[in-house]
């Protein structure tokens, strides 16, 4: 493919505790992008990234970066600040979307279901004691409980809690991720992605994809160890039942304004998808859900990156 204009910088590391998956994730978007023919310069969140999108020619950004400040978009309004544009959501919508204490009541007010949640703040958890916290979630919520922190991504701080005894040391597990945990009704059913990308022809879902965690539960072992879980891709869905899912996942990505790509994490109970949570940077790695998607709609990895950042760039100049 000829050579395009412009540098795109794939932005990928960071010092969340996702950075491994991050650097993974940004060595095969460079990859694929250098394979469609793009000029690609490959930079973590340090001291030489301004210098960096100083020096190069027409930079544009496609971030990989993962957690933290990759997702809570704080680096996205320092790109605005600097006028280089970028794949992906702006600032203030990734930052809505990250805090699933904001997110998921966006969600559920525009008519999707979504699980019964608490957002526990840790100095309202110290002040209140864990006792009288206990009890009154207990009552609210019941249990099996999905305990997680409000911020985070890959299942990192996540605990499933059975009982009563069991919530105080999930919550403290959750408060090592950041200051709010959410406690939210567990709920049992079949786990699926549904992502959502714009190639500049307005936002379109791919095929929804099936986790089946040979291990029962997709923790962050079970999601970036090849074969410790099977990917159903496209997810063996009746029309229905697909149908509702596709509607949740463009639903989650329109109301929370975001643009470009998101993946959408739901539980599917009794033929009704459940919204867990929204992804403004899905992971790129060679078991990442997003990849999966496009490859089930036999459509190329590097074709995609390759649209988002002709997508970005048309943006720029409009």
């Known amino acids: 493919m000829a050579e395009t204009t412009g540098t795109v910088v794939v932005l990928a590391g960071g ?76 600032g203030r919508a990734s930052h809505i979307a990250f805090d699933k204490a904001v997110a998921t009541p966006l969600v559920a007010q525009a008519g999707f279901v979504t699980p019964r949640q608490a957002a526990l703040p840790q100095d309202m958890f ?69 992502s959502v990308v714009d190639l500049g022809n307005g936002p379109k879902v ?37 149908r509702r899912c596709n509607e949740l996942a463009l639903g989650a990505h329109r109301v929370l304004g975001l643009r470009d790509l998101s993946r959408t994490d739901l539980i599917i109970r009794d033929d009704v998808p459940h919204f867990l949570e929204v992804n403004v940077a899905p992971g790129m790695t060679e078991t990442s859900l997003l990849p999966l998607a496009i490859e089930a709609s036999g459509v190329s990895f590097e074709d995609v990156c390759s649209s988002l950042v002709a997508a970005a760039r048309a943006r720029a100049s409009a």
């Open 15 to 90: 010092l969340s505790h996702e950075r491994d998956v991050s650097l993974r994730s940004g060595r095969r978007v460079s990859t694929a992008l250098r394979e469609a023919g793009h000029h690609v310069v490959e930079a973590d969140v340090n001291g030489q990234l301004l210098t960096t999108l100083a020096g190069a020619e027409d930079p544009m950004v496609f971030p990989v970066l993962h957690g933290g400040a990759g997702e809570d978009g704080a680096l996205r309004e320092v790109l605005d600040v600097l006028g280089v544009e970028y794949v992906g959501s702006t």
């Open 126 to 194: 110290r002040e209140l004691g864990a006792a009288a916290l206990v009890e009154a979630l207990a009552s609210g919520i019941g249990f099996p409980m999905m305990v997680k922190p409000a911020q985070s991504g890959s299942s990192l701080g996540c605990t499933r809690v059975d009982d009563a005894a069991g919530l105080p040391a999930a919550i403290v597990t959750a408060f090592g991720y950041g200051d709010v945990a959410i406690v939210e009704e567990f709920i049992e059913g079949r786990e699926v992605a549904v």
């Open 206 to 242: 791919l095929p929804a994809v099936e986790i089946q965690p040979l291990s029962g539960s997709y923790d962050y072992a079970a999601r970036y160890t090849a074969g410790q879980t099977r990917f159903i891709a496209p997810a063996e869905l009746s029309p229905e039942v697909a």
